[in-house]
C-alpha cells in the first residue's frame, strides 16, 4: 500500500511524527515472521479505511531504529495528542481490530479532497477583455464619438 509511511531514519522522526493534531498509528512487523505475514496483509485492510483521518506507519523492525514500546511483532500503537492510548500485542480478527480504529481515529475530520477551481484561465481572460479601465473608457468614448 502506498498511502502509507514506510521509514523512520532515527528515534528523532519518532517524535517529530507525534507532533502532529492527527492520530497516529504505527504498526510494527518483521519480514520473516510468520504472524507478521499473516497480521500485515488483515491491517492493510483496516488502515486503507481510515487513512484519511490518521496518519498511518507501517514500519519493518529491520529497518527502523528501535520503538522503545515494541517488544514482540507485530505490534500496534495508537497514538492521539502525542500520548499513546492503545498498544496492540498481535492484531487479533479484522473485527477487533475495526474497533480498535474506529475507537482511537473514528471522530476525527477526514482530509478534505482538493478542490477544482471554480474559476478557469478562459473565464480569466474573458472578464480582463471587458474590464474597462479609465483609459480604455475614454478610447471608447471617443471611438463611438468618431463613429456617429
Known amino acids: 500500500m502506498n ?12 517524535r ?6 492527527r492520530p497516529v498509528v504505527f504498526y510494527f512487523g518483521h519480514p520473516h ?3 507478521c505475514s499473516w497480521a500485515e496483509p488483515l491491517f492493510c485492510r483496516v488502515a486503507e479505511t481510515f487513512k ?10 529491520d529497518e527502523s531504529p528501535r520503538h522503545p514500546d515494541v517488544t514482540g511483532t507485530p505490534t500496534v500503537l495508537f497514538y492521539k ?3 499513546l492510548r492503545r498498544k496492540l500485542k498481535g492484531v487479533g480478527d479484522q473485527g477487533s481490530l475495526t474497533r480498535n480504529f474506529a475507537e482511537h481515529i473514528g471522530r476525527t475530520k ?6 477544482s477551481p471554480r474559476r478557469d484561465l478562459h473565464w480569466l481572460r474573458q472578464r480582463l477583455r471587458t474590464v474597462c479601465t479609465t483609459r480604455r473608457a475614454r478610447k471608447l468614448v471617443r471611438l463611438r464619438a468618431t463613429l456617429r
Open 3 to 14: 498511502s502509507f509511511i514506510t521509514h523512520i531514519a532515527s528515534a528523532k522522526d519518532y
Open 16 to 21: 517529530k511524527a507525534l507532533k502532529t493534531w
Open 33 to 35: 515472521c510468520y504472524a
Open 52 to 61: 484519511d483521518r490518521a496518519v498511518i506507519y507501517k514500519l519493518s523492525t
Open 81 to 83: 495528542d502525542g500520548k
Open 110 to 115: 477526514p482530509r478534505r479532497p482538493p478542490r
